[in-house]
T-cell receptor, first 112, second 114 residues
Framework: EDQVTQSPEALRLQEGESSSLNCSYT??????LFWYRQDPGKGPEFLFT???AGEEKEKERLKATLTKKESFLHITAPKPEDSATYLC?????????????FGKGTLLTVNP | GAVVSQHPSRVICKSGTSVKIECRSL??????MFWYRQFPKQSLMLMAT?????????EQGVEKDKFLINHASLTLSTLTVTSAHPEDSSFYIC??????????FGPGTRLTVT
């Protein structure tokens, strides 16, 4: 069974204080690892897809990296508007089943 | 970017009634859509996979006769919660998969059963 564990559950940062969120996973053959941002009462917003170990992707203050066992979401000089829950999900390879298995998320709060 | 809409955004219904939620992909065709539910401070739990023109595939523990899914076109899937009860109150979110296998999520529907 595919599993995703995110840590920490919650993270408080001061504006400008860089940090990283962790996503550890076990999957029977990884097709893709996905990062989403979710604001309260809204659906997840797509951020990144990573497909193979060593891959990195960047978007503004966010950078996602991938190894064979985990992914990191690095946040550089965060701003209060980066406050949200960040969700990690994996998609297994094989067959026609493209479903995502999600972690519980990391609630990020950035204080001004 | 890809846009997915849901309607309604909020609905309150009485116990025993049925509620239909629509999920539309606005600027791309989606042969596969997914339905999730999310309880407060919990992550998304997949309920079912909806394939255009065929029967939905339900996850273990999800009652297919209670949560009816119809994927009648390449841009529309519907979820009907039949004979709703208070324990069905939740945040229901759909996603639509594009031809790159990436999923884009709708804004969610808050269902409250009284």
């Amino acid at each position: 069974e595919d599993q995703v564990t995110q840590s920490p559950e919650a993270l408080r940062l001061q504006e400008g204080e860089s940090s990283s969120l962790n996503c550890s996973y076990t999957v029977s053959g990884l097709r893709g690892l996905f990062w989403y941002r979710q604001d309260p009462g809204k659906g997840p917003e797509f951020l990144f897809t990573l497909y193979s170990a060593g891959e990195e992707k960047e978007k503004e203050r966010l950078k996602a990296t991938l190894t064979k066992k985990e992914s990191f979401l690095h946040i550089t000089a965060p701003k209060p508007e980066d406050s949200a829950t960040y969700l990690c999900a994996v998609q297994a390879r094989g067959g026609s089943n493209y479903k995502l298995t999600f972690g519980k998320g990391t609630l990020l709060t950035v204080n001004p | 970017g890809a846009v997915v809409s849901q309607h309604p955004s909020r609905v309150i219904c009485k116990s025993g009634t049925s509620v239909k939620i629509e999920c539309r992909s606005l600027d791309f065709q989606a042969t596969t859509m997914f339905w999730y539910r999310q309880f407060p401070k919990q992550s998304l739990m997949l309920m079912a996979t909806s394939n255009e023109g065929s029967k939905a595939t339900y996850e273990q523990g999800v009652e297919k006769d209670k949560f009816l899914i119809n994927h009648a076109s390449l841009t529309l899937s519907t979820l009907t919660v039949t004979s709703a009860h208070p324990e069905d109150s939740s945040f229901y979110i759909c996603s639509a998969m594009d031809n790159s296998y990436e999923q884009y999520f709708g804004p969610g529907t808050r269902l409250t059963v009284t």
